[in-house]
């Protein structure tokens, strides 16, 4: 069992920029294939970033060239830099972690989420 846990997220003006960070209690994530989603109030919940074992790293079109994935070398963090936020960017934000999923993109393939945390992105 692993238990993620988000931190970092908050309220921010519109061009702002917060860092979320996840990590995962009494283990490292170095043998997970990690994601980033968020869920906006009323909608599904949706991809936002992963970063897999490997280091190969994904992002949805609409976070591209503003967000930044990255877990830190002893594999103890997961990192989600974002910079330049929109109100649309506004939700509830998750880490996942997968151990066997193979669509890295698709919320199927994770099986351990942490609680989210809340980013809010004033206008």
């Known amino acids: 069992q692993v238990q993620l846990v988000e931190s970092g997220g908050g309220l921010v003006q519109a061009g702002g920029s917060l860092s979320l960070v996840c990590t995962a209690s009494?283990?490292?994530?170095?043998?997970?294939?990690m994601g980033w989603f968020r869920q906006a109030p009323g909608k599904e919940r949706e991809f936002v970033a992963t970063?897999?074992?490997?280091?190969?790293?994904s992002y949805v079109d609409s976070v591209k060239g503003r967000f930044t994935i990255s877990r830190d070398n002893a594999n103890i963090a997961l990192y989600l830099q974002m910079n330049n936020l929109k109100p649309e960017d506004t939700a509830i934000y998750y880490c996942?972690?997968?151990?066997?999923?193979?669509?890295?993109?698709?919320?199927?393939?994770?099986?351990?989420w942490g609680q989210g945390t809340q980013v809010t992105v004033s206008s």
């Open positions: 970063i897999s074992k490997g280091g190969a790293i």
């Open positions: 009494g283990r490292t994530l170095s043998r997970y294939n």
């Open positions: 996942a972690a997968s151990l066997y999923g193979v669509i890295l993109t698709s919320r199927n393939s994770y099986m351990y």
